[in-house]
């Protein structure tokens, strides 16, 4: 049964996807006229009068999906045309000529013609239709239930410089004429077009067509319309299947504008029709139902912009746009760069998707009880000086000195250990009670003291503070006893308690110092008791044992937060690793992989280096005598046997020193000598390794891969697992009874508090052949095509690993095969293989050779190495990818030796992902528009700053920036760069306009729209991030042109926070207990003014799936709530290297790698690096090589 001539036919018809709005359709960018923007008029009929002929105005009017024109390929009359022989009713790009039937005997509508096409066989045919007729080959020119060519008839009369479509050279046409239209002709009034080798054609609707030149068509061979000035380009406009107006792609392939019939929504269908899609119609889904799967787009060489008008500029413009003159000289105290950026507030709250409620782990926190005002003291600690004691401000040096520190040498002094201080603290206000009236006070361990009552006094000083243990404070050598410490105090500042419900009223009411006191309040009985680092607390009872001394501790986090209404403690369980208390040797043997003290002899430089950077700052107490314990410096270059000192004019080894002095006979004499002095010259401490033990309660740095995996498994816990320790931990923490939260009048609830969240749809995944509904956030491969498939003419593979000649061959042609299936075509089916088992080289020189021979082959240039590694070691790793990525200038492509044993064809098929972006393609689209960046140009940004662990030394941070190329965020380029230690980036302009060119460059638009989202902000940092970075920004469009100024919106994203959320309802859990994708909390637990949310983008393989956390700091584009979050969650769908979504936001996560993989370019010393790379001198120890300049638009990162 059809749809009636009143439905979707003849009357006021939209026909399938356009609702021609006043700027002439969606954003004027479908397949409207090319140069009308006005609203197009109706006859009674709603047939679109002669004023607005899409024929004449160089547009495809009908498409695939007429929805009851009973014309599957959308002709007028059904007319069918034949040039040169060639018959052009469908094709290539034919999408869903769907005949609105499932009758393979749909083929010509109103005048049969030779070469009749099987729609429902076309690669382009989208699937059924809903509500078909049974449709037939007409010869005789009529029209299934239009009479003789009707509507051919009727478009005739209201069409002003057209041809007569029904009197086409259709012989067997019913009364059609004999006025063949020959090659090059122009339809629509293309009265101006000089085509060649165009073949026009009339009637057809089918954008697959070879060719219309529609409305000053300048092209050659060109498969486009409205105005292309492509070379070989392909163009399925709309549902239409129409090109853009004006694109200059070569072989590009676009889509154009639809309209979601089921919704009414607006949307900008830019890619694809039919088959079950929203956008478009034809198949499932059209009046309600829709299809999980549907049929696909064939390729996509586009961009996704072909719509939009290209940039037109002056000359001058055009070079710096071009990059063909420098940027223009911008001054940095530019005023408009000066200028303050306001951070944003909360639009509204977002009201899309299935609402769900949830537990957090958050805790309620009541201040009935507190008093008023809350009383800030500022306190210095000081060491008393002794009345014999010689001291040397620090900066002097005695270069004689050498050895076992002595009371003749002058003392340096050294500012104090925050655990010193608040152990003087901690004693002062023990010493004191008296004088401080009983009250019960907190401290931050450093300079802040707080009182629920204000002190009879406003200054006081508390001398000879005396400190007893075993710490820094213990006992010295000597007769002068213990040192002693002046404790100052003096009043800072009242602190209103009731500010906190002042900022819910007012944003601006400053709300930190009531928060941070608070924090110190609920905190103080913890750093009593246990061990802190940072927000988290450890009572070192809880461990598991690591390799290389070290062990995993268990504790929790605790913060408070100003959510939504209320005030809220944040409590989590937290893990990290620390050093296991006892004999230093053990470590030594971790760090140089030996397994014997025996082993350790004449240690290389790198291995020494290694070794000091292991143990900088890591404290140590001595064995040979009682001493407090000490940090070490430094290692000795030499062994302890061969290292002298200087004691009151003998000189002697230090191996010879300790068995003289303290009778301690070295059984090591072979190792090197730990400095626990100063780092000074003349000014070193050394003690031999085996006399030492590290001191209990220290956090380790230097955490390697096997210890992150083993922290993986053992912190991986089941939503159900971690719910149970968090309430378990609240418990522990005593809130209930702490006293110190008693005198600040502060109760903190001991219940999960509650929130609605909403579950958000997922998009279609959209492949060549077939689009996909992702369930929970993961799809197949399987039987699926890239939309762009790149082709491998040029590859080589080397073997770095223990495999054999037969397993590597079965590999390679396993490879081809899975390439093959997924739209990665590998026409080279033999490459060259160099074997390390043969060569005998290192992997650097396998490569070199393997590219040299790539060369030579006369196959064009290199394209990509594939190396066989033993293992998933970084250090091999990281040779392998500087050498491709700063010398060679081709990517690589590793795969493990275990991995290419299996022979696992979704092992190949994952490789497969990665390469194919590597050789820029395309993998996946989504098939609906994104927000924003669909409607108009927009480059989204992501950006990342990199900082070297702690231990790491003197190791530079890493800055990475990358930007989209195209509309549906599926091709990135990126640029990466060294610095200091520093927050914001600081080559940031530069990198900008690099990318800016290459977008432009990249579709030939200027992008009108910046979406910037910033990974690595700590929350204090939001505003100097905010400000920086959009100077920044500024900067980068000036130098490219001054009244160039587009609309930002920068989005500041973090995984690193404690948030985590827990079904309530069991049936709102995914199998593992996990939040499903797509769940958004903006509700209870986030900041009362700021324009933030959490976001749960992906399914959780393992443990407790973790939410992002995104603030927008800025928007000028004045997005909702509901389109920064469905943009946000949609843009975890293109993440290219796996079939699932990702936790966090693409361009971000792109960042964040090309970060990690830039992190391998650094290196010490000199370097061999090519020229084509940019070698960069970052400190007196690291120089940086950049990209190859081949790189520089390649996803070497993926």
């Known amino acids: 049964m059809g749809y009636d001539q009143r439905g979707y036919g003849q009357r006021g018809d939209y026909n399938s996807s356009y609702e021609y709005d006043r700027r002439g359709s969606f954003g004027g960018d479908s397949n409207s006229s090319s140069s009308s923007r006005d609203l197009h008029r109706r006859d009674d009929h709603g047939n679109y009068n002669r004023d607005n002929d899409y024929r004449s105005q160089g547009a495809l009017y009908n498409g695939n999906n007429g929805y009851g024109d009973r ?94 479509y029904n009197r086409q050279d259709n012989r067997n046409a019913r009364g059609g004429n004999d006025d063949r239209n020959h090659r090059g002709n122009t339809y629509g009034g293309s009265l101006d077009s000089t085509p060649r080798d165009n073949r026009g054609y009339s009637g057809n609707g089918s954008s697959s067509s070879r060719s219309n030149n529609y409305d000053n068509s300048d092209s050659r061979d060109n498969r486009g319309y409205a105005n292309s000035e492509s070379r070989d380009s392909r163009g399925y406009g709309g549902n239409g299947n129409s090109r853009y107006r004006g694109s200059e792609d070569r072989q590009s392939r676009c889509f154009g504008n639809s309209r979601d019939n089921n919704t009414g929504d607006r949307g900008r269908g830019y890619r694809f029709n039919g088959g079950g899609s929203r956008y478009g119609g034809g198949g499932e889904g059209f009046g309600g139902g829709r299809a999980e799967r549907s049929s696909g787009v064939g390729e996509i060489d586009g961009c996704g912009y072909e719509s939009i008008e290209n940039t037109t500029m002056d000359p001058r413009l055009q070079d710096l746009w071009t990059g063909r003159v420098p940027p223009l000289e911008i001054n940095d105290e530019d005023p408009d760069l000066q200028s303050e950026t306001k951070i944003c507030r909360r639009p509204g709250f977002g009201k899309e998707g299935k609402t769900q409620s949830m537990r957090v782990n958050y805790f309620s926190i009541s201040l009935d009880k507190a008093p008023v005002e809350i009383f800030k003291y500022h306190v210095d600690v000081v060491r008393s000086p002794r009345p014999d004691e010689r001291t040397e401000p620090q900066g002097g040096e005695n270069p004689t000195f050498k050895g076992d520190q002595t009371s003749e040498a002058p003392r340096v002094e050294r500012p104090l250990s925050r655990s010193v201080v608040r152990k003087v603290i901690n004693a002062a206000l023990q010493q004191y009670q008296a004088h401080l009236g009983g009250i019960r006070v907190v401290h931050d361990g ?29 006992q010295h050598r000597g007769s002068r006893g213990p040192p002693t410490f002046i404790v100052k105090m003096k009043v800072a500042e009242t602190i209103a308690v009731g500010s906190v419900e002042d900022h819910y009223n007012n944003p601006d009411e400053n709300v930190m110092p009531i928060l941070q006191a608070l924090d110190i309040v609920a905190r103080h009985l913890g750093a009593q008791r246990l061990i802190s680092v940072g927000r988290n607390f450890f009572a070192m009872k809880k ?69 000091a950077r292991a143990l900088r700052k890591l404290e140590v107490v001595p064995t040979h005598r009682k001493d407090r314990k000490r940090p070490i410096f430094g290692i000795s270059p030499d062994r302890a046997d061969q290292t002298k000192v200087d004691i009151k004019g003998e000189t002697m080894s230090v191996a010879d020193y300790f068995a003289k002095k303290y009778n301690v006979y070295l059984r090591y004499p072979n190792l090197p000598l730990v400095n626990v002095g100063s780092k000074k010259t003349g000014r070193e401490n050394w003690l031999p390794i085996e006399l030492c033990e590290v001191a209990p309660g220290q956090r380790c740095p230097n955490i390697n891969d096997l210890d992150t995996a083993e922290i993986i498994r053992q912190t991986s816990q089941p939503p159900s697992v971690r719910q149970e320790n968090i309430l378990s931990q609240i418990r522990q923490a005593g809130f209930e009874n702490d006293p110190y939260l008693e005198a600040f009048g502060m109760k903190v609830g001991q219940n999960f508090e509650t929130t609605d969240v909403r579950v958000l749809d997922p998009p279609d995944v959209q492949y060549a052949n077939v689009s996909e509904r992702p369930s929970r956030g993961q799809w197949n491969l399987k039987d699926k095509k890239f939309v762009c498939g790149a082709v491998l003419r040029n590859w080589g593979v080397v073997v770095d690993a223990n495999v054999s000649p037969r397993d590597v061959k079965n590999f390679i042609g396993l490879m081809v095969d899975t390439a093959s299936k997924c739209g990665l075509s590998m026409d080279c089916r033999n490459p060259p293989v160099i074997d390390r088992s043969v060569s005998h080289m290192e992997v650097e020189d396998l490569m070199k050779t393997c590219f040299d021979e790539l060369e030579d082959r006369g ?125 914001d980036i600081q080559q940031l302009p530069h990198m900008l306009r690099d990318l800016f060119l290459a977008f432009y460059q990249s579709i030939n638009r200027q992008p009108q729209r910046v979406v910037y989202y910033r990974d690595g902000v700590s929350e204090g940092r939001f505003y100097d991030i905010l400000q920086s970075e959009m100077r920044a920004l500024r900067k980068t469009f000036k130098m490219l042109s ?11 994203v973090n995984k690193r926070h404690h948030m985590r959320a827990f079904p309530v309802d069991p049936r709102d859990a995914d199998r593992k207990g996990n939040v499903v994708p797509g769940t958004v909390l903006d509700r209870t637990v986030v900041n009362p003014h700021r324009f933030d949310f959490f976001l749960y983008g992906h399914s959780g393989i393992q443990g407790t799936s973790v939410p992002c956390h995104y603030t927008v700091l800025h928007d000028e584009n004045e997005m909702s709530a509901d389109e920064v979050q469905r943009l946000t969650y949609h843009l975890g769908y293109t993440f290219a290297r796996c079939t699932r979504s990702v936790s966090f936001v693409t361009p971000a996560y792109y960042a964040h790698l090309a970060a990690g993989r830039a992190r391998f370019f650094l290196y010490e010393g000199s370097s061999d690096t090519a020229s084509m790379s940019t070698n960069v001198s970052i400190s007196s120890s690291f120089d940086f090589a950049g990209l190859h300049k081949n790189m520089l638009d390649c996803m070497f990162y993926v």
């Open 859 to 983: 196959n064009g240039s290199p394209q990509i190495i594939m190396v066989i590694k033993q293992d998933k070691g970084s250090v091999s790793y990281g040779r392998i990818k500087r050498m491709s990525d700063t010398v060679l200038g081709i990517p690589s492509q590793c795969v493990v030796a275990a991995n290419l044993r299996k022979g696992n064809p979704q092992i190949c098929a994952n490789i497969c992902l990665k390469m194919n972006m590597k050789l820029s393609g395309k993998n996946s689209v989504l098939r609906e528009p994104l927000p924003l960046i669909s409607t108009l140009p927009t480059i989204v940004i992501g950006a990342d700053v990199e900082h070297p662990r702690s231990g790491m030394g003197s190791r530079p941070s890493i800055a990475s920036v990358v930007a989209s190329m195209d509309a549906y965020s599926g091709k990135y380029s990126g640029r990466v760069a060294a610095q200091k230690a520093a927050n």
């Open 543 to 611: 461990t598991h044992e690591l390799k290389g001394g070290k062990e995993l501790c268990w504790g929790y986090h605790q913060a408070i937060r100003v959510a939504e209404k209320k005030l809220l403690m944040n409590v989590d369980q937290a893990a990290t690793v620390f050093y296991e208390p006892g004999e230093l040797m053990k470590l030594v043997l971790a760090v140089l992989n030996s397994r014997s003290p025996t082993e350790v002899r004449n240690l290389s430089e790198r291995e020494m280096r290694n070794l």
């Open 1042 to 1052: 001054d009244d160039y100024n587009p609309p930002v919106t920068f989005v500041v």
């Open 71 to 164: 014309s599957s390929s959308g002709s007028y009359g059904g007319s069918r045309q034949e040039y040169d022989g060639r018959s052009y009713n469908s094709g290539r790009g034919d999408q869903g000529n769907n005949n609105y039937g499932n009758d393979d005997r749909s083929r010509d509508y109103g005048g049969g013609s030779r070469g009749n096409y099987d729609y429902t066989s076309s690669r382009y045919d989208q699937g059924r239709s809903s509500g078909s007729y049974e449709q037939r080959s007409y010869e005789g020119g009529q029209s299934s239930g239009y009479g003789e060519g009707s509507y051919a008839r009727h478009y005739d009369d209201n069409s002003r410089n057209s041809h007569n």
């Open 446 to 474: 450093m300079s802040a003291l707080y009182s629920p009552q204000k002190f009879e006094w406003n200054n006081r000083d508390f001398p000879d503070v005396n400190l007893d243990g075993d710490g820094d404070g213990s």
